[in-house]
């Protein structure tokens, strides 16, 4: 009974202190009548409790209020901004984890979408596109065509994909990726890890269509020889084919990807200069280059193509190459007419600026800061090689506009980064396209296309 007693007591104390702090427990009342309560207790801490959630709201209604005020170029600046605050957060995880959030997020649309216009002298026209900028984003980022939307919302020119080998594969052993957040630079011997050809078709496809529904009320002017945007939409997407690591065909291997994919594709790539896959850069020899690209062009040129014709057929090469390397890549692309070059993949070597740093001993393709002067070396070399008649893309090592404008004075009519995205995220996009535009006005340049090959001349 004693025991039943206690338990009301404190149920009714706790309902005192806790619910209903006017409320008096009966034990306190005699005759049934009930005093007067005491007023209740306000605590120092509760008072300011109080006023620091009411500022807080109050803050947020004003700036909520000013926000609605803000012209859309400002507020889209801020988002883009804002973005530099996670950084560190990302900088702390496994490079490889924070590689899958980067593109979960990207593919769920938790990154900020650009509804600035591109100043018009950075639009051009390639391949019978038109690309409302000539920055983007390379391939190795989104290997599973994941985020396609959400990557070109960021606002880059284009965005390829990849690479995409036939039969899913995992790659090679982790760990794979290591940073050298000092030097701006990651290690890669990732091995071309795919969900194969049918997923990337499958999610290639849906993607396609909605963007064609999204698109269908608007079309270029009657008679305009250029298409505003890519197939799908705005922006134009480009697919980054590779072989399986056991595969004993390599052009069997890229025949199946052009007959699969090229249908969703602005631009198609073959990657022969990767250096984490046993074999693969073989192929950029003469003769081996000469036979790959012939078998690959003729799959594309027997399928069924509409007035816009098939997407245009790239290869990607190293940097590690020879001069005779070079001549050889050269004549292959003039000769089969070839579409363009992109120069180049990552590096086996490790210049000097990396060699004490521990990390620098891992087996794999180096990229970032260290490789922009010996892959810009080798863009304009290829440039003078093609005589300028062949588009060539600008990648490795870009982390500023100046840097991608260099890469244009050597012969890059379009550009493409990664490794500096992944340290910068959004943020250096706009940064990237507005210093490129300043760039050229300082030089008293137009257009992207007078640019062009400027210190080759």
Same mark, same amino acid.
């Given at each position: 009974m004693k025991q039943r007693v206690g338990f009301a007591l404190i149920r009714e104390s706790l309902y005192h202190k806790l619910i209903k702090p006017n409320y008096v427990?009966?034990?306190?009342?005699?005759? *049934?009548?009930l005093p007067t309560p005491p007023p209740p207790k306000v605590h120092h801490s509760s008072k300011k409790g109080r006023l620091l959630t009411g500022a807080t709201i109050g803050l947020?209604?004003? !700036?909520?209020?000013?926000? $609605?005020?803000? %012209?859309?170029a400002t507020l889209c600046g801020w988002l883009f901004s804002a973005t530099t605050l996670v950084n560190p957060f990302f900088a702390y995880l496994d490079p490889e984890v924070a590689h899958r959030?980067? &593109? $979960?997020?990207?593919?769920?649309?938790?990154?900020?979408?650009?509804?600035?216009? %591109?100043?018009?002298?950075?639009?051009?026209d390639v391949w019978g596109r038109r690309f409302s900028n000539p920055v983007g984003l390379a391939a190795g980022f989104d290997k599973n065509a994941e985020a396609v939307e959400g990557l070109l919302g960021l606002g880059f020119g284009f965005v390829e994909v990849g690479s995409v080998t036939p039969i899913p594969q995992e790659g090679n052993p982790k760990p794979r990726i290591f940073r050298l957040p000092n030097e701006g630079a990651i290690i890669n011997r990732c091995g071309f890890n795919s969900e194969g050809i049918v997923a990337v078709a499958k999610r290639l496809g849906a993607q396609h269509g909605k963007r064609k529904m999204e698109t269908s009320s608007t079309s $270029?002017?009657?008679? %305009?020889?250029?298409?505003?945007?890519? =197939?799908? !939409?705005?922006?134009?997407?480009? &697919? *980054?084919?590779?072989?399986? =690591?056991?595969?004993? %065909?390599?052009?069997?291997?890229? &025949?199946q990807g052009v007959h699969t994919l090229s249908q969703y594709a602005d631009y198609l790539v073959i990657n022969i200069s990767s250096p984490n896959t046993p074999g693969l850069r073989q192929l950029q020899g003469r003769k081996q280059l000469k036979d790959l690209v012939k078998k690959v062009q003729a799959a594309r040129d027997e399928m069924q193509w509409g007035e816009e014709g098939p997407p245009p057929l790239l290869v990607k090469i190293a940097p590690d190459l020879s001069k005779q390397d070079l001549e050889d890549i050269a004549a292959v692309a003039l000769a089969l007419h070839v579409d363009g070059l992109i120069i180049s993949n990552t590096t086996i070597q490790r210049p000097d600026s990396i060699s004490q740093?521990?990390?620098?001993?891992?087996?794999?393709?180096?990229?970032?800061?260290?490789?922009?002067? +010996?892959?810009?070396?080798?863009? =304009?070399? +290829?440039?003078l090689l093609t005589k300028g008649r062949i588009p060539l893309i600008g990648c490795g090592g870009i982390s500023s506009g100046e840097d991608a404008y260099k890469k244009i004075r050597a012969g890059a009519t379009l550009v493409q980064f990664y490794t500096a995205f992944g340290y910068g995220g959004p943020a250096l996009i706009p940064d990237i396209k507005a210093e490129l535009a300043r760039c050229l006005e300082k030089d008293g340049y137009k257009s992207i296309h007078e640019a062009v090959g400027a210190d080759c001349r």
């Open positions: 427990p009966r034990h306190y009342c005699t005759n *049934n009548v947020l209604i004003a !700036g909520g209020a000013y926000a $609605s005020t803000v %012209d859309e959030l980067a &593109v $979960s997020a990207a593919a769920r649309g938790w990154v900020p979408r650009e509804k600035r216009p %591109d100043l018009p002298i950075l639009g051009l $270029s002017p009657a008679g %305009d020889e250029v298409k505003h945007g890519g =197939k799908g !939409g705005p922006g134009i997407l480009g &697919v *980054n084919l590779g072989k399986n =690591k056991t595969s004993e %065909d390599a052009a069997a291997d890229y &025949v740093n521990p990390v620098a001993q891992e087996t794999g393709g180096l990229s970032g800061k260290p490789l922009f002067n +010996m892959s810009t070396n080798i863009l =304009k070399e +290829m440039y």
